[in-house]
């Protein structure tokens, strides 16, 4: 079975009436979806949300660039043709990330843990010898470590949802080992569906600069080190918590 047949999507709704299949095939031959048809690549990671981090979502990403400062990226939650469209997420260079102010700096999320360790992947296509297409995976990486992103879940398929219900949902990376109890197994079963292996490609990214990234300013309180709430900058879930654990 291949990565892309693991899932049939779960959505609440009625099978599509042979009348739109013949619909959804005119407009596939005759319109030209140039949007779609800039997208240049396939990232797959686990997004982590925001307002609980004991929960997290494995991502397909389709990512299009729209000049070297600037990508956008339709999410999925399966890299199959009837796939859930559920996020979307953008991605900036620092320089553009300094520019922002600090309320609107704490939205964003790092890449640096997941290039390192190994997380984040870009599938390969099947028939390609795995070292050649490593190669160009690995060089992709070296551009994606430094950038930072902003994601909106709609769809929380993680828990069932039939629908896109509720509003959106902030989502975040993961930046270190043990953050989330079960996230090696989900790792290790991805690995295994796109017949690749994270620590592997970690080793093979251990050359890789690891960037500086932005922390927010700190601020003692009762005797405990933590983020001042308007200050916490790229990567606060991961921050708060560690301010919350600190002020107990």
């Not at 031959?29 to 925001?50: D, E, R, T, W």
């Not at 299009?64 to 939650?77: A, G, K, P």
């Not at 390192?116 to 870009?122: D, F, H, N, P, Q």
């Not at 620590?199 to 600069?209: G, P, S, W």
Request: hydrophobic share 35%.
């Amino acid at each position: 079975m291949s990565a892309t047949e693991n899932i049939t999507n779960d959505a609440q709704g009625n099978p599509l009436t042979t009348k739109s299949q013949v619909l959804e095939t005119g407009a596939a031959a005759g319109q030209s979806f140039g949007p779609v048809k800039a997208i240049c690549a396939h990232l797959n990671a686990f997004h982590v949300y925001a307002s609980d981090s004991k929960r997290c979502v494995e991502a397909n990403h389709y990512c299009s660039h729209l000049n070297e400062d600037v990508r956008q990226c339709l999410i999925y939650d399966t890299p199959a043709p009837n796939a859930r469209l559920i996020g979307v997420e953008y991605m900036i260079s620092a320089t553009l990330y300094k520019t922002l102010s600090q309320s609107e700096r704490k939205l964003w999320h790092s890449h640096v843990f997941e290039v390192k360790s190994g997380m984040l992947i870009l599938p390969g296509p099947e028939g390609l010898p795995t070292g050649i297409w490593e190669e160009a995976e690995t060089k992709e990486m070296e551009d994606v470590v430094g950038l930072y992103g902003k994601t909106y879940h709609f769809w929380q398929v993680d828990r069932g949802d039939k629908l896109p219900l509720g509003g959106p949902e902030l989502m975040m990376s993961f930046t270190g080992e043990g953050q989330q109890e079960g996230l090696s197994e989900l790792i290790g079963e991805r690995d295994s569906r796109f017949k690749v292996s994270s620590k592997q490609k970690r080793d093979k990214r251990a050359y890789i600069e690891e960037p500086e990234i932005h922390e927010g300013r700190l601020k003692v309180r009762a005797r405990a080190t933590m983020y001042a709430d308007d200050d916490t900058d790229a990567d606060r879930v991961w921050k708060e918590s560690f301010a919350s654990e600190d002020s107990k």
